[in-house]
């Protein structure tokens, strides 16, 4: 996954390269033909296809065994570009578009594709989603410190490393933006209820 256009861009001559972009370049036929048929006997890619058919993108060959989705129209997933299987999908117009504003970053998106393969599949998501809590817990940023970030570049990927927090620390800020949230919807709650009890809301005018 990538972030969005807002997302950080690395300074140049900053962008790094994890181990498997190495292996996007150095991959022969018959690998590719491994991870071609894996993804497709652990369902990762004809879910890959499904999401982004019903996200109303255009799909096309990419080469290598890779297909490109483009003009996804939902916000979730969230970010510049996402991949399931070998199917690599972005909201953007355009990998074009995408690739002005992150260069490199479908080097760093068919990093993810030999993820699914080594991961069998959908298996992938759990993982990534519990990797992306640590990450937050130890650096207050998805991808610093996820494995599966980290193995396909960070930099490559548009991510700007950030420090390391003591997990102590990252517990202390989840409980925060916990309690904040919960404020927030209590807050917007008790205008709910006031509203049905035919009284004010906090904010309710004359
Ligand atoms: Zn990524």
């Known amino acids: 996954m990538?972030?969005?256009s807002g997302g950080h861009q690395p300074p140049a001559g900053a962008r790094g390269r994890g181990p498997l972009p190495t292996l996007n370049a150095g991959a022969g036929p018959g690998l590719l033909l491994v991870r071609t048929i894996g993804n497709w006997l652990n369902l990762s890619t004809p879910a890959g296809l499904a999401v982004a058919a019903l996200g109303g993108a255009r799909i096309r060959r990419g080469g290598r065994g890779v297909w490109l989705a483009e003009g996804y129209r939902y916000r979730f997933p969230t970010g510049g570009a996402f991949t399931i299987g070998t199917v690599i999908t972005t909201a953007?117009?355009?990998f074009a578009d995408l690739d002005r504003r992150i260069p490199g970053v479908l080097e760093h998106e068919?990093?993810?594709?030999?993820?699914?393969t080594y991961a069998c599949g959908l298996f992938y998501l759990p993982v990534y989603a519990a990797l992306m809590g640590w990450s937050w817990l130890r650096t207050g940023d998805r991808a610093s410190a996820n494995f599966f970030e980290r193995q396909a570049g960070l930099a490559a990927g548009g991510y700007v490393e950030a420090p390391r927090?003591?997990?102590?620390?990252g517990m202390r800020a989840a409980c925060a933006l916990m309690r904040a949230r919960s404020g927030t919807l209590s807050r917007v709650a008790g205008r709910r209820c006031a509203c049905a009890d035919g009284t004010r809301g906090a904010d309710g005018g004359a």
């Open 92 to 94: 953007r117009p355009s």
């Open 165 to 169: 927090r003591d997990v102590r620390d």
């Open 110 to 116: 068919e990093a993810h594709t030999w993820q699914y």
């Open 2 to 4: 990538t972030p969005g």
